[in-house]
């Protein structure tokens, strides 16, 4: 992508799952409300939609599930995972790289939109608030880099600007990718050699 | 852009002041909440930021703009310009073209936030909401127009992927625009020409 004619790496990073963490949040929380019904360990989690993964449990469970993550609060006290914010904030001051939060807001947007606002203000600082994007639709965004733990993100442009890095979380460990890298964590430090690399590629 | 093969042309349609009508709404409320002070006629409008015109007129009247448009529903509450709602509905209709909406919240994002997709979803429909894009940089959409009042977009990505067609406002009416075409209004038909003459090229 190019910036009055200087290329830069754009990244696009998602928000929950790959800097946040909605899973273990979510189990905790759930089991909080509901201390009498079956559970789903982070280990055996396996559908991107965690309501289908209870729902085939139990029927009815999916609507529990939902209860959680409407509830007002939940995103923004989603805690962020280990080293997410600290890399992110380290990728931004790389030379040639720039970096954008790339958020879908629930359908029921009344609080998960404000409070992703609210998340990232309060863990990456005020200046934040431009970096962060909603959209229900990512292809509509331009980037060079969609760094994301849903496997599959489509939408209206086909292909889009992107390439996609899977960011590896409970529900997408045992799928196999065939023609998509991974990052598996913040904390090793592989983040840094993977966007060392798209730069030489721009 | 293409969708699996097939080429659409994408529309980024702006919310304030090109969709809903910003300045009259604001006029309104800030004459009831401050009968004594001046205003500025829309006619006599020219500055993009509202409250830099109001400053200029008089020190110390921006705060008092600001606390307009930071009250709870005032996004919400914006009435529609006339024919916009009609017209972006019949554009999603049209065979070929894809329309979003992109709107920028405020940088005190505590209602705008959460108020442009209620505003959304009354006036156009509930399954909008995945066609609202909120960024505070529009250069990071991916679209063949944007259609904004804003005279100056500019964002990461230059040149933006989209041609911007300037939505005619009491703030931008006097300024002379050498390389942008504009659209005057929602209700003499001319956006519809406006889009099948992109089609051709695309």
């Given at each position: 992508?190019?910036?009055?004619?200087?290329?830069?790496?754009?990244?696009?990073?998602?928000?929950?799952?790959?800097?946040?963490?909605?899973?273990g949040?979510?189990l905790?929380?759930?089991?909080?409300?509901?201390?009498?019904?079956?559970?789903?360990?982070?280990?055996?989690?396996?559908?991107?939609?965690?309501g289908?993964?209870?729902?085939?449990?139990?029927?009815?469970?999916?609507?529990?599930?939902?209860?959680?993550?409407?509830?007002?609060?939940?995103?923004?006290?989603?805690?962020?995972?280990?080293?997410?914010c600290?890399?992110?904030?380290?990728m931004?001051?790389?030379?040639?790289v720039?970096?954008?939060?790339?958020?879908?807001?629930?359908?029921?947007?009344?609080?998960?939109?404000?409070?992703?606002?609210?998340?990232?203000?309060?863990?990456?600082?005020?200046?934040?608030?431009?970096?962060?994007?909603?959209?229900?639709?990512?292809?509509?965004?331009?980037?060079?880099?969609?760094?994301?733990?849903?496997?599959?993100?489509?939408?209206?442009?086909?292909?889009?600007?992107?390439?996609?890095?899977?960011?590896?979380?409970?529900?997408?460990?045992?799928?196999?990718?065939?023609?998509?890298?991974?990052?598996?964590?913040?904390?090793d430090?592989?983040?840094?050699?993977?966007?060392?690399?798209?730069?030489?590629?721009?």
């Amino acid at each position: 992508m190019t910036h009055f004619g200087i290329k830069k790496l754009l990244v696009l990073v998602d928000l929950d799952q790959t800097l946040a963490d909605f899973e273990g949040h979510f189990l905790e929380k759930y089991k909080e409300k509901y201390p009498g019904e079956p559970y789903i360990e982070l280990k055996d989690r396996e559908t991107f939609y965690i309501g289908d993964q209870y729902e085939q449990m139990e029927e009815g469970l999916s609507k529990k599930v939902k209860t959680i993550y409407t509830t007002e609060g939940f995103f923004r006290d989603l805690p962020p995972l280990e080293g997410a914010c600290k890399a992110v904030l380290e990728m931004e001051e790389m030379d040639g790289v720039e970096v954008f939060i790339c958020s879908s807001p629930l359908f029921q947007y009344k609080y998960s939109s404000k409070e992703k606002y609210e998340w990232v203000e309060h863990h990456l600082g005020k200046n934040w608030i431009n970096k962060l994007i909603l959209t229900r639709d990512k292809t509509m965004v331009t980037g060079n880099i969609l760094i994301d733990d849903k496997v599959k993100v489509t939408g209206a442009v086909h292909p889009p600007a992107w390439t996609h890095i899977v960011f590896t979380a409970c529900h997408n460990k045992h799928i196999r990718l065939r023609d998509k890298k991974r990052l598996d964590n913040w904390t090793d430090g592989s983040w840094r050699a993977l966007i060392e690399d798209f730069k030489k590629r721009i």
